[in-house]
């Protein structure tokens, strides 16, 4: 039998909630394996399923017949499944272990193990999905924290595919006027000018931009935001970053430049995930390999998403400072006066014009004091990071942002063009450009809905 | 033995091109028409051209078939429309004197040598107990056999006019309607569809008050629609607009239960572009005035068309209703607008070929595969006679791509989409129009047309020699240095716009969008004269070089889909992933390759990597093996 065909099954847990697994068999032969394996609660009759009707009973070894979990079952035979298979559902509320004993039951029976994003590749296959909602359930799979999840589940339910939808009718609208202009010389049928064309293309950049933006930051967001903590030897970077990761990582001395080179470590700070860097104290040194670290220190602050500017709470500002500060003056970030159990040498008044728009906080690495504080700021910082300005983040994958990009920078082209008074129809080969990748994004295809739009739009004809 | 190699029922702008190409490529042929007097008849608007309708004209005749020599000869006036726009758009469109055009076709007719033409009316068509077309027979009882038949009826299957509640079978300007003919093809089992179309109210010249309207003159050109022509008549005649009024849109608002669109009678689809006057007041009521134009129909000139005015209202409104348009007050009808309705075949039962797929031999072209307008009907006549010739000689049929002609576009689309109306060819179908443009037809096609046996010799010397002229000049440009001395600098300067770098070539001052060839002349001292219609080839080509390229990269993006063949033996039955409506509609087309299924409506990408991965397996190789020709 070709791959495509055989039954599979695989432990599916709902989205977002991780109390109840589920473990999902599809295929020809799922109705089968469900009555070989799945009882009335006593375990002893076989429990006959109903299409669509939810069946409490035991799932039992077929083998030897040994009682494995409780578990609700769903039979939803073909075409109306996800799947357009037979599928059967089993939904058992033990953890993992217990889900794995169904899942082998099950396979036991002729199932094979499905491969990762194969019911929803089986799903793609049977028209039942889009592509975007398809890669979506695959980024489900992949997000790294609920966050994340959160976002590709948006884009699940068609928000990415909604926001270029609404892109791809100006686009098509332009088109109209453009087509309908061309077409019909001769009847007055009131196209747009060319200087409304130009601002609506412009409109279009604009707005892929934004989509490009926040698509880039989802990607931050399932990657994670980087997070550099920056500041002279010895003020506590190295305490700080074992507090934020929540064990010893780095090595901490109280002598200067002990850290020499850039140590990370990833972490999830408030369901984001981070990237947390720490570096070597940035100061003047002779020494080479500290040098090394310190050039290292000033790339890491250069690219990372966030800092956290450290202070020695404990000593007066000193020039080190100051210029540690200055160099991260449009990094956003906060920073971090350290050592606030100790007496405090550092007026905030004093380090205000240094901060750019850094917030300033006080804490210990020592007590833990403000480190909560810290993480929250961290946290609210990443977001916004990651959302941008925009309200509706949308999670896009690498090859959408890739099309996004694409269609942007036609669109671009197409503007610019109206703007130096080229030929709208040549202007157009640039936003039917834009059009191919954005249907790369939904798949669909342009000419009827252009054709559509033409004829609502205008009153055409001899 | 059989009488003729090739029957061509319909005498029409499909009949005419579908007889004359296989003639010329050396059948015998046959066109029964129901008339001399219905041989390329216009009974809509006598114009040809346009957009995208200029480019199919003008292709026809880069294949070696008539209509654009013909209406070189027979035009009132003509004009380049879109001017003011992209080169890729620029189209010609002429106003026919239809007597002149019919009375030169009928000539040409009568003078091809393997063509016979005789006046009958079919009523049958002959297939062989294996489905294969074997001729046709007459409503006198008479047979003509043949191998191979081309229909191209027209409007006259099953055609029924409607004027106000007056309705009666008929075709176009009175001609008695086919009715048996329809009964066959549905004996066939091939679907149809009825769809409509309309034309507007003629009426007599003298009765035109001129001074209520606007004058519209011809254009004086270096070139006509046929390569072979060089240049514009100077007897050209005047044509006229006028607009219809607020009393026109009263008229027709208060008379609407009298429109057979609007109380049910006319059920068939009516095109969207060439909508009633009826329709375009009650759609688009913010409108204040609609456009009329005043369309001589011959040069004499007694009888004028109003363009834009088309109706199916009974008589007395169609008269109030041009007496409320200014220049009109006193016009006298001479023929009243009316509807027509016809069958027509539902184009997905045939092959890009034009070949009926359930009816081996059979061709249709034209008004009867779905398609209005006389140049789309031409342009499906020429490829059906072209493929009846290669079929009867046992030759792969000639097919045009999307991306090498208009009249790619126009079979492809209805071959694979079918279409819901009457389908009128349009720029903005054709994807790649910057390449497909009316200035380089020849360029894309003449070398078939000379293969295929259509374009003589003679005709084929004068192409070669402007193909030479044309690469010659592109790369004299290209390689011609501009030189750095202070008198070209001023001359730049003088032109508007900027001094050259080092190594700037003609050809890269030529894409500059405010330099023009003529502009360069003072500076291109080796320039030598050349035909104007070769020097505007080679300034589009320079000027418009970044987005050619572009279109270009496009095109080959499409191909790898387009040169990806599908087995004829393919069931997409046994395809695992199919949606059940790809697997109908896959089945119903028959699509030759991955690039033509993917543009069938209700196919989505899903079902394309579906059967991608299909072909992919080797599932069905084994099967091709045996024997099977994948051919085509
Ligand atoms: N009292 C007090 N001491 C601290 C605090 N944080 C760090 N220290 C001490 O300060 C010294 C330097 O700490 P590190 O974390 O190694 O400092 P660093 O910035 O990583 O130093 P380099 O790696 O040398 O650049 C150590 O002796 C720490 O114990 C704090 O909050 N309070
Ligand atoms: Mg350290």
């Given at each position: 039998?070709?791959k495509?065909?055989e039954?599979i099954?695989a432990?599916s847990?709902?989205?977002?909630?991780?109390a109840i697994g589920?473990v999902?068999?599809?295929?020809s032969?799922?109705?089968?394996?469900?009555?070989k394996?799945?009882?009335?609660?006593?375990?002893?009759?076989?429990?006959?399923?109903?299409?669509w009707g939810?069946?409490?009973?035991?799932?039992?070894?077929?083998?030897?017949?040994e009682?494995?979990?409780?578990?609700?079952?769903?039979?939803?035979p073909?075409?109306h499944?996800?799947?357009?298979?037979?599928?059967?559902?089993?939904?058992?509320?033990?953890g993992?272990a217990?889900?794995?004993?169904?899942?082998?039951?099950?396979?036991k029976?002729?199932?094979?193990?499905?491969?990762?994003?194969?019911?929803?590749?089986?799903?793609?296959?049977?028209?039942?999905?889009?592509?975007?909602?398809?890669?979506?359930?695959?980024?489900?799979i992949?997000?790294?924290?609920?966050?994340?999840r959160?976002?590709?589940?948006?884009?699940?339910?068609?928000?990415l595919?909604?926001?270029?939808?609404?892109?791809?009718?100006?686009?098509?609208?332009l088109l109209?006027?453009?087509?309908?202009?061309?077409?019909?010389?001769?009847?007055?049928?009131?196209?747009?000018?060319?200087?409304?064309?130009?601002?609506?293309?412009?409109?279009?950049?604009s707005?892929?931009?934004?989509?490009?933006?926040?698509?880039?930051?989802?990607?931050?967001?399932?990657?994670?935001?980087?997070?550099?903590l920056?500041?002279?030897p010895?003020?506590?970077?190295?305490?700080?970053?074992?507090?934020?990761?929540g064990?010893m990582r780095a090595?901490?001395?109280d002598?200067?430049?002990t850290?020499?080179?850039?140590?990370?470590d990833?972490?999830?700070?408030?369901?984001?995930?981070?990237?947390?860097?720490?570096?070597?104290?940035?100061?003047?040194?002779?020494?080479?390999i500290?040098k090394?670290?310190?050039?290292?220190?000033?790339?890491?602050?250069?690219?990372?998403?966030?800092?956290v500017?450290?202070?020695?709470g404990?000593?007066?500002?000193?020039?080190?400072?100051?210029?540690?500060?200055?160099?991260?003056?449009?990094?956003?970030?906060?920073?971090?006066v350290n050592?606030?159990d100790l007496?405090s040498?550092?007026?905030?008044?004093?380090?205000?014009?240094?901060?750019?728009?850094?917030?300033?906080?006080?804490?210990?690495?020592?007590?833990?004091?403000?480190?909560?504080?810290?993480?929250?700021a961290?946290?609210?910082?990443?977001v916004?990071?990651?959302?941008?300005a925009?309200?509706?983040?949308?999670?896009?994958?690498?090859?959408?942002?890739?099309?996004?990009?694409?269609?942007?920078r036609?669109?671009?082209?197409?503007?610019?063009?109206?703007?130096?008074?080229?030929?709208?129809?040549?202007?157009?080969?640039d936003?039917?450009e834009?059009?191919?990748?954005?249907d790369?994004?939904?798949?669909r295809?342009a000419?009827?809905?252009?054709?559509e739009?033409?004829?609502s739009e205008?009153?055409?004809?001899? | 033995m059989?009488?003729?190699?090739?029957?061509?029922?319909g005498?029409?702008?499909?009949?005419?091109?579908?007889?004359?190409?296989?003639a010329?490529?050396?059948?015998?042929?046959?066109l029964?028409t129901?008339?001399w007097?219905?041989?390329?008849?216009?009974?809509?608007n006598?114009?040809?051209?346009?957009p995208?309708?200029a480019?199919?004209?003008?292709?026809i005749?880069?294949l070696?078939?008539e209509m654009?020599?013909?209406?070189?000869?027979?035009?009132?006036?003509i004009?380049?429309?879109?001017?003011?726009?992209?080169p890729?758009?620029?189209?010609?469109?002429?106003?026919?004197?239809?007597?002149?055009y019919?009375a030169?076709?009928?000539?040409?007719l009568?003078?091809?040598?393997?063509?016979?033409?005789?006046?009958?009316?079919v009523?049958?068509?002959?297939v062989s107990?294996?489905?294969?077309v074997?001729?046709?027979?007459?409503r006198?009882?008479?047979?003509y056999?043949?191998?191979?038949?081309?229909?191209?009826?027209?409007?006259?299957?099953?055609?029924?006019v409607?004027?106000?509640?007056?309705s009666?079978?008929s075709?176009?300007?009175?001609?008695p309607?086919?009715?048996?003919?329809?009964?066959?093809?549905?004996?066939?089992?091939?679907?149809?569809?009825?769809?409509?179309?309309?034309?507007?109210p003629?009426?007599?010249?003298?009765s035109?008050?001129?001074?209520?309207?606007?004058?519209q003159?011809?254009?004086?050109?270096?070139?006509?629609?046929?390569?072979?022509?060089?240049?514009?008549?100077?007897?050209?005649?005047?044509?006229?607009?006028?607009?219809?009024?607020?009393?026109?849109?009263?008229?027709?608002?208060?008379n609407?239960?009298?429109a057979?669109?609007?109380?049910?009678?006319?059920?068939?689809?009516?095109?969207?572009?060439?909508?009633?006057?009826?329709t375009?007041?009650m759609?688009?009521?913010?409108?204040?005035?609609?456009?009329?134009?005043?369309?001589?129909?011959?040069?004499?000139?007694?009888?004028v068309?109003?363009?834009?005015?088309?109706?199916?209202?009974p008589?007395?409104t169609?008269?109030?209703?041009?007496?409320s348009?200014?220049g009109?007050?006193?016009?006298?009808?001479v023929r009243p607008?009316?509807a027509?309705?016809?069958?027509?075949?539902?184009?997905?039962?045939i092959?890009?070929?034009?070949?009926?797929?359930?009816?081996?031999?059979?061709?249709?072209?034209?008004?009867?595969?779905?398609?209005?307008?006389?140049?789309?009907?031409?342009?499906?006549?020429?490829?059906?006679?072209?493929?009846a010739?290669?079929?009867?000689?046992?030759?792969e049929?000639?097919?045009?791509?999307?991306s090498?002609?208009?009249?790619?576009?126009?079979?492809?689309?209805?071959?694979?989409?079918?279409?819901?109306?009457p389908?009128?060819?349009?720029?903005?179908r054709?994807?790649?129009?910057?390449?497909?443009?009316?200035?380089?037809?020849?360029?894309?096609?003449?070398?078939?047309?000379?293969?295929?046996?259509?374009?003589?010799?003679e005709?084929?010397?004068?192409?070669?020699?402007?193909?030479r002229?044309?690469?010659?000049?592109?790369?004299?440009?290209?390689t011609?240095?501009v030189?750095?001395?202070?008198?070209?600098?001023?001359?730049?300067e003088?032109?508007?716009?900027m001094?050259?770098?080092?190594?700037?070539?003609l050809?890269?001052?030529?894409?500059?969008?405010e330099?023009?060839?003529?502009?360069?002349?003072a500076?291109?001292?080796?320039?030598v004269k050349?035909?104007?219609?070769?020097?505007?080839?080679?300034?589009?080509?320079?000027?418009?070089?970044?987005?050619?390229?572009?279109?270009?990269?496009?095109?080959e993006?499409?191909?790898?889909?387009?040169?990806?063949?599908i087995?004829?033996?393919?069931?997409?039955?046994?395809?695992?992933?199919?949606?059940?409506?790809?697997?109908?509609?896959?089945?119903?087309v028959?699509?030759?390759?991955?690039?033509q299924?993917?543009?069938?409506?209700?196919v989505?990408?899903?079902?394309?990597?579906?059967?991608?991965?299909?072909?992919?397996t080797?599932?069905?190789?084994?099967?091709?093996?045996?024997?099977?020709?994948?051919?085509?």
């Amino acid at each position: 039998m070709s791959k495509d065909r055989e039954t599979i099954a695989a432990i599916s847990t709902p989205l977002g909630e991780g109390a109840i697994g589920i473990v999902r068999v599809s295929g020809s032969l799922a109705f089968a394996i469900a009555n070989k394996v799945f009882r009335d609660p006593s375990g002893q009759r076989q429990r006959e399923l109903k299409p669509w009707g939810v069946r409490y009973g035991s799932i039992v070894d077929c083998e030897t017949g040994e009682h494995v979990d409780e578990a609700l079952a769903v039979a939803m035979p073909a075409p109306h499944s996800f799947t357009r298979e037979d599928v059967v559902e089993f939904s058992c509320h033990g953890g993992v272990a217990v889900l794995t004993r169904v899942l082998e039951t099950v396979i036991k029976c002729g199932a094979r193990l499905a491969e990762p994003g194969e019911f929803t590749k089986r799903a793609f296959l049977a028209g039942r999905i889009d592509l975007s909602q398809a890669e979506a359930v695959i980024d489900v799979i992949r997000a790294k924290t609920d966050s994340a999840r959160r976002l590709a589940l948006a884009n699940l339910r068609g928000e990415l595919s909604t926001r270029v939808g609404r892109i791809r009718d100006n686009v098509l609208v332009l088109l109209a006027h453009i087509e309908a202009s061309i077409d019909f010389p001769d009847e007055d049928i009131g196209v747009l000018e060319v200087k409304d064309m130009t601002e609506r293309a412009q409109e279009s950049v604009s707005e892929l931009n934004e989509l490009v933006r926040t698509g880039m930051s989802s990607r931050v967001y399932r990657d994670g935001v980087s997070v550099v903590l920056a500041g002279r030897p010895n003020v506590g970077k190295s305490s700080l970053f074992n507090a934020l990761v929540g064990k010893m990582r780095a090595i901490v001395t109280d002598i200067p430049g002990t850290t020499r080179d850039v140590i990370d470590d990833w972490t999830t700070i408030k369901g984001v995930p981070i990237r947390l860097v720490d570096t070597a104290g940035m100061r003047k040194t002779r020494d080479l390999i500290e040098k090394l670290g310190v050039e290292a220190a000033n790339q890491q602050a250069e690219e990372a998403d966030l800092v956290v500017a450290v202070i020695d709470g404990s000593r007066p500002i000193c020039d080190e400072d100051r210029d540690m500060l200055l160099q991260v003056m449009d990094k956003s970030g906060v920073v971090a006066v350290n050592k606030c159990d100790l007496e405090s040498e550092v007026e905030e008044g004093s380090l205000i014009p240094h901060a750019g728009d850094k917030r300033i906080l006080r804490m210990s690495a020592k007590t833990g004091e403000g480190i909560n504080e810290l993480e929250q700021a961290l946290a609210d910082l990443a977001v916004a990071e990651i959302t941008g300005a925009c309200e509706n983040p949308v999670m896009a994958n690498l090859r959408q942002l890739e099309a996004l990009e694409n269609a942007m920078r036609s669109m671009e082209e197409s503007a610019h063009a109206l703007s130096n008074s080229v030929s709208p129809d040549l202007a157009a080969i640039d936003m039917y450009e834009a059009l191919f990748w954005l249907d790369q994004i939904t798949g669909r295809s342009a000419s009827e809905d252009l054709m559509e739009k033409i004829f609502s739009e205008f009153c055409i004809g001899k | 033995m059989l009488d003729y190699d090739i029957i061509v029922v319909g005498g029409g702008h499909a009949g005419c091109e579908a007889a004359l190409a296989a003639a010329r490529m050396g059948a015998t042929v046959l066109l029964l028409t129901l008339g001399w007097e219905s041989i390329a008849d216009m009974p809509c608007n006598p114009s040809l051209g346009g957009p995208g309708k200029a480019q199919i004209i003008r292709e026809i005749d880069a294949l070696g078939g008539e209509m654009a020599r013909n209406i070189d000869d027979a035009y009132l006036q003509i004009r380049l429309l879109n001017t003011g726009k992209g080169p890729a758009v620029h189209s010609l469109r002429a106003q026919a004197d239809k007597d002149a055009y019919q009375a030169r076709m009928r000539e040409i007719l009568d003078a091809e040598e393997n063509l016979a033409v005789e006046v009958s009316h079919v009523e049958e068509i002959l297939v062989s107990r294996e489905g294969q077309v074997r001729g046709v027979e007459t409503r006198e009882g008479k047979v003509y056999l043949a191998p191979t038949v081309i229909l191209a009826t027209g409007t006259y299957l099953g055609g029924r006019v409607f004027i106000g509640d007056v309705s009666y079978s008929s075709g176009p300007h009175g001609q008695p309607a086919s009715t048996g003919l329809t009964k066959i093809l549905r004996n066939l089992r091939l679907e149809l569809a009825r769809f409509k179309t309309g034309t507007s109210p003629r009426i007599a010249r003298a009765s035109i008050n001129f001074r209520n309207t606007k004058q519209q003159p011809g254009h004086i050109l270096p070139f006509g629609f046929s390569f072979e022509t060089h240049g514009t008549r100077g007897d050209q005649v005047l044509c006229y607009l006028t607009y219809t009024t607020r009393k026109t849109h009263d008229i027709i608002k208060a008379n609407l239960s009298k429109a057979p669109l609007y109380t049910g009678a006319i059920t068939g689809r009516g095109p969207r572009y060439c909508p009633s006057i009826e329709t375009k007041v009650m759609e688009f009521p913010d409108r204040e005035r609609h456009q009329v134009f005043l369309e001589p129909e011959t040069r004499a000139g007694e009888i004028v068309y109003l363009g834009g005015l088309s109706t199916s209202l009974p008589l007395d409104t169609q008269r109030e209703i041009v007496h409320s348009v200014p220049g009109l007050e006193d016009a006298e009808i001479v023929r009243p607008g009316y509807a027509i309705e016809y069958d027509c075949l539902v184009p997905t039962e045939i092959s890009p070929w034009l070949e009926v797929k359930k009816v081996p031999g059979l061709f249709t072209a034209g008004q009867i595969n779905g398609t209005s307008g006389y140049e789309e009907a031409a342009s499906q006549g020429l490829m059906a006679g072209i493929n009846a010739v290669l079929k009867l000689r046992g030759r792969e049929p000639f097919v045009l791509g999307r991306s090498e002609a208009y009249i790619g576009v126009l079979i492809d689309d209805l071959v694979t989409k079918g279409t819901k109306e009457p389908y009128r060819m349009m720029t903005s179908r054709v994807e790649y129009r910057l390449t497909l443009r009316q200035d380089n037809a020849d360029l894309r096609l003449t070398d078939k047309g000379f293969a295929l046996g259509l374009v003589p010799e003679e005709r084929y010397e004068m192409f070669s020699k402007r193909r030479r002229q044309i690469q010659d000049e592109l790369a004299r440009l290209k390689t011609t240095i501009v030189p750095g001395d202070a008198a070209t600098t001023r001359h730049l300067e003088e032109i508007g716009t900027m001094p050259v770098q080092s190594q700037t070539s003609l050809g890269d001052l030529l894409s500059r969008p405010e330099v023009s060839y003529q502009s360069l002349a003072a500076i291109d001292k080796d320039r030598v004269k050349l035909p104007e219609d070769v020097t505007l080839v080679v300034e589009i080509e320079l000027k418009y070089a970044g987005y050619i390229r572009k279109q270009m990269s496009q095109i080959e993006r499409t191909q790898r889909l387009e040169t990806r063949r599908i087995p004829r033996s393919i069931e997409y039955s046994l395809i695992h992933g199919l949606s059940r409506e790809a697997r109908e509609k896959l089945t119903a087309v028959d699509p030759r390759s991955l690039g033509q299924a993917a543009r069938i409506s209700g196919v989505t990408p899903a079902d394309i990597v579906a059967l991608v991965a299909y072909l992919e397996t080797g599932s069905h190789r084994r099967k091709q093996d045996s024997g099977d020709a994948d051919g085509i």
